[in-house]
Structure formats: C-alpha cells, structure tokens
Nanobody, 129 residues
Framework: QVQLVESGGGLVQAGGSLRLSCIASGRTFSTYVMGWFRQPPGKEREFVSSITWSDGRTYYADSVKGRFTISRDNGKNTLYLQMSALKPDDAAVYYC??????????????????????WGQGTQVTVST
C-alpha cells in the first residue's frame, strides 16, 4: 500500500520561502512519477511540478517556473518542493501525488491529476501580504 505523507506547510510572508516534504512508502518508486499539485480555496486542483523518480526529469507549471524547485532523495524516499519568492496566489493546500509510469513517460501525463494513482492528505500553505 503506497502512502504519501506531506509536511512543511505553514504561514509565510510574501517573498519568503518554504520547503515541503513528502515521505513515500509502500513501494519501490524507481518507475514512478511523483508530482505536486495545489488547490487554492474555491478553485480546482492544479498542477505545480513533477519529477521522474528514476532519472530526475522535472516539469513545472508556468506559474512557478524559476521560483519552485522539485527534487527527490532516493535514499530517504522523500520528495521535496522548495518554494521561493512566494506570492499570495501561491496560497493553497499542496498535495503530493504519484503514479506508476510502467515504462511510459509522457509530458502530457505529468500535469494531469487523473493520471496520478496515489495522493497524500495535503499540507496548507498560507502567504501573507
């Protein structure tokens, strides 16, 4: 059973930084794609970033490019999202997610929440002005 547990959310001032973590367990994730999504209040869940666990290929939403960095630590089975230059629009519940690529990697899938099989419970990020 795959489990994803996020942490690191909180309150930060606009312009500040925050690092989210997601501990993954229950599988060997070498063939998985891991992603971060967020859901602002009253809005739909949206893609933030993804990474292929095997070779670390990254993909970002335009809204976070240059400000957010996704990474993973294979030894710790942990996914990270380093967020910098935070804006009020970044405030949301952030979710860690994963799916088994099964050898098929497509950029069209990376940003599609329906492609992801497993989800964490979410962590709240609040950005004050």
């Amino acid at each position: 059973q795959v489990q994803l547990v996020e942490s690191g959310g909180g309150l930060v001032q606009a312009g500040g930084s925050l690092r989210l973590s997601c501990i993954a367990s229950g599988r060997t994730f070498s063939t998985y794609v891991m992603g971060w999504f967020r859901q602002p209040p009253g809005k739909e869940r949206e893609f933030v970033s993804s990474i292929t666990w095997s070779d670390g290929r990254t993909y970002y939403a335009d809204s976070v490019k240059g400000r957010f960095t996704i990474s993973r630590d294979n030894g710790k089975n942990t996914l990270y999202l380093q967020m910098s230059a935070l804006k009020p629009d970044d405030a949301a519940v952030y979710y860690c997610a994963a799916y088994a690529a099964r050898g098929y990697y497509s950029s069209a899938d990376y940003s599609n929440p329906r492609r992801y099989e497993y989800w964490g419970q979410g962590t709240q990020v609040t950005v004050s002005t």
